[in-house]
């Protein structure tokens, strides 16, 4: 006797001649198929997605650090020729008219200037301001720090990552004090949180978030007023942000899209069942044979 291995099919398969199509069913059917396309193209949306998970920990930096900074603001009645940068902090360091990596455009004729700025700062508190501190002899009579913030961010771009919608990483973006008095000086007093974020292959980047608050004033000194300036000062937590994206195992994508297809054509094989039986009992019921 030849051992038939078609024994252990538990899909056994029953002669179209012996099926009945409906109506019903193919609407079910198709019904059943648009929805399990929906399923799976949701689902497979949701694989790809990587999902952002965030964790605190205390950093200790050991040895002094920089930070990268950028700055891009526009002073719309200050001349370029008098703008500069001067940068402080408390390791000791004090420069006073910043010119490397720095732009200036003049603007309204000459009568403004689009100033930006690339620049490292050391990991301590500190600050750098706009002023007219580098002119020397050549300050304006009466100089007008009234600006437009376009952007103040430091550490990495992350333009191109999903965390680039977070105004944290660019708080002042935006920030206009075109209407305030020409003789004010600007604080910027902020407090910027460390933020790693990891993709999901491991690359790192390494950013900064930070809150702020803000006053101007008009400064006097000795008797005579101080010269005005637009500052920014910063002092860095000890705590660290850190975004990392995880993605669910493949075999757990497998196993959903077999519970959807599996469980769709269940549960449509139901209702196609009860509409049917709905069917011939409601047809009994007219021909006089319900008993």
Known sequence: MVFDVRRFDIYRKIPKDLTQPTMAGAMVSICSMIFIVFLLLSEFTSFIAPDVRSELYVDNPGEIEKLNVRLNVTLPRLKCEFVGLDIQDDMGRHEVGFVENTYKKPIHNNAGCRFEARFKVNKVPGNFHVSTHAAG?????TPDFSHIIHEVSFGDDLKNLSLSSHTSFNALGGRDKTDGRAESSHDYY???VPTVYEDVWGKTNISYQYTYAYKDYVAFGHGHRVLPAIWFRYDISAITVKY????APFYTFITTICAI????FTVAGIIDSMIFTAAAVFKKAELGKLS
């Open 261 to 264: 297809v599996g469980g769709t």
């Open 244 to 247: 990392h994206e995880t993605r």
């Open 190 to 192: 902020m407090k910027i």
């Open 137 to 141: 002899q050549r300050q304006p009579q």
